[in-house]
């Protein structure tokens, strides 16, 4: 069975930086894709960015120039994600999905790591 584990998350001043892992096991095959989410209290969870394994990225608006994903190809299903200039509104609990497209399709989530950036 597959299992995604963020670490990473704490409390953080605005302007400060936070670096975001996951890390999967028990996975025998590797992910298309992989990204992060962030979902705060009361609102629906949000991609982040996503990093395919060909290395094609994308992010959010808001947090394009800020956030930096990258996947470790050393260590299959390895995935970082690099913040800067935290900002309180980027307080959330962060997931990281692992996007399986062969042998067969389906999604894996992990539990989450909080994110709290202080004024």
């Known amino acids: 069975q597959v299992q995604l584990v963020e670490s990473g998350g704490g409390l953080v001043q605005a302007g400060g930086s936070l670096r975001l892992s996951c890390a999967a096991s028990?996975?025998?095959?590797?992910?298309?894709?992989m990204g992060w989410y962030r979902q705060a209290p009361g609102n629906q969870r949000d991609l982040v960015a996503r990093i395919t394994s060909s290395g094609f990225t994308n992010y959010a608006d808001s947090v394009k120039g800020r956030f930096t994903v990258s996947r470790d190809n050393a260590r299959k299903n390895t995935l970082y994600l690099q913040m800067n200039s935290l900002k309180p509104e980027d307080t959330a609990v962060y997931y990281c999905?692992?996007?399986?497209?062969?042998?067969?399709?389906?999604?894996?989530w992990g539990q989450g790591t909080q994110v709290t950036v202080s004024t």
């Open positions: 028990g996975d025998r095959f590797r992910f298309s894709a």
């Open positions: 999905k692992g996007e399986l497209s062969d042998p067969y399709a389906r999604d894996y």
